[in-house]
């Protein structure tokens, strides 16, 4: 039994029920420049989803196209920003980051090799504008943490004013707190201000992981 529990390790992956997911990829970019490091950012245009958001280049992952989740990072900020691909150098995997809102994002950080913003030609539809920030600002200005509270809530209240059950506790013969809304686990939400607007959500979470890790190999 130990030896067939243990081939289980190899059939699976690194998070259980992934596949509830939508999975993306993103590249944290660094520009290098004469007054030091730059991050660069995105703000996402009006005909996108969540439009006038700050975040990094990076999409959906698609196996028809991408072989692994750097492909995506990669793939996806050639277009976005009109860059070639031998500007764009992988550096590493910072890791997998499991969204609230049922997205999974793989990151990756890496470096840019252009001279000016200006010069990009990036995909007008997606991307309203694109720039720069001194990473030395996030290294030394912490970001603001919000917390907020999340419940699971086993019904969808329709637009009709009707009330459809989604999960039906008292078929299952679970207690009765499990007909209406229970939990409660609290989270955190990193915001920063900057001249483009607030930097908030994954995109900040991002930014915190990079500067903390940047920070340990300072020590």
């Known amino acids: 039994m130990i030896d067939r529990l243990r081939l289980l390790a190899g ?4 998070i259980i029920g992934r596949d509830q997911y939508l999975e993306s990829a993103v590249l944290v970019p660094f ?3 004469p007054e030091g490091p730059c991050l660069l950012f995105e703000k996402r245009s009006a005909l996108v ?5 700050i975040c990094f280049p990076g999409g ?18 050639v277009e976005e920003l009109g860059v070639r691909p031998e500007q764009v150098k992988i550096a590493c995997r910072l890791g997998t980051l499991v ?3 049922g997205i999974l994002v793989e990151a990756f950080a890496g470096v840019l ?6 010069m990009l030609s990036w995909q007008r539809d997606e991307v309203e504008v694109v720039f720069t920030l001194p990473f030395r600002y996030f290294l030394d200005q912490p970001p603001e943490i919000f917390r907020v509270r999340q419940q699971v809530v086993p019904y969808e209240d329709r637009p009709d004013g009707t009330r459809e059950t ?8 679970l207690p009765e707190r499990y007909r209406k809304p229970w939990g409660g686990a609290v989270g955190r939400i990193f915001a920063w201000e ?7 959500g994954i995109t900040a979470e991002l930014v915190s992981e990079t500067v903390r890790r940047w920070k340990r190999t300072e020590v």
């Open 11 to 14: 059939t699976g992956g690194d």
């Open 166 to 173: 989604t999960f039906p506790a008292d078929k299952l013969g």
């Open 49 to 53: 989803r969540q439009p006038g958001e």
């Open 99 to 101: 969204g609230r809102m």
């Open 60 to 77: 959906v992952f698609d196996p028809e196209l991408d072989e692994k989740h750097s492909d995506t990072a990669l793939r996806e900020t």
């Open 194 to 200: 900057t001249p483009h607007g607030t930097l908030w």
């Open 31 to 33: 520009v290098e420049t």
């Open 113 to 118: 090799d252009i001279e000016d913003v200006e």
